[in-house]
C-alpha cells in the first residue's frame, strides 16, 4: 500500500505558475504508474496526466496539453506537475493517484477508477 500527499497548491493570476507534487510513502514509486487529475466544483473528474514508472511514457489531457508537465523523481518518492500558463478554468482540487503496472496505451492512464490509490487532494485557485 502507497499513501499520496500532495502539496503545491495555492491562489495564483491567470497567466502564472504552479508546481504541484506528490510524495509517496509506504512503497516505493517506482512500483507505480502515476496520474493526476483535478475536480472543479459542480462537476466531474477529470484526467490531467500521466505518466509511467520509468518515466518514458506520458500522456496529457487535452484541455492542458502544452501548458503543463508531469515528471517523477522515483529516487526521492515524488511525482511532480509543472503548470504553466494557468487559466481561471484551471481552478480545481489536483489530485494525484497510484496505480500498479506498466502501460504503453494512453486508456490505461486516463480512467479514473482504474487507479487504486488517491491523495487527499489540493486546492488551486486562478484569478482572472
Known amino acids: 500500500q502507497v499513501l499520496l500527499v500532495e502539496s503545491g497548491g495555492g491562489l495564483v493570476q491567470a497567466g502564472g505558475s504552479l508546481r504541484l507534487s506528490c510524495a509517496a510513502s509506504?512503497?516505493?514509486?517506482?512500483?507505480?504508474?502515476m496520474g493526476w487529475f483535478r475536480q472543479a466544483s459542480g462537476k466531474e473528474r477529470e484526467y490531467v496526466a500521466g505518466?509511467?514508472?520509468?518515466?518514458?511514457?506520458?500522456f496529457y489531457g487535452d484541455s492542458v496539453r502544452g501548458r503543463f508537465t508531469i515528471s517523477r523523481d522515483n529516487a526521492k518518492n515524488t511525482v511532480y506537475l509543472q503548470m504553466n500558463s494557468l487559466k481561471p478554468e484551471d481552478t480545481a482540487v489536483y489530485y494525484c493517484a497510484a496505480r500498479e503496472g506498466y502501460y504503453s496505451s494512453r486508456q490505461y492512464y486516463t480512467r479514473a477508477p482504474d487507479y487504486r490509490y488517491w491523495g487527499q487532494g489540493t486546492q488551486v485557485t486562478v484569478s482572472s
Open positions: 505518466i509511467s514508472k520509468d518515466s518514458s511514457i506520458i
Open positions: 509506504g512503497r516505493t514509486l517506482s512500483t507505480y504508474t
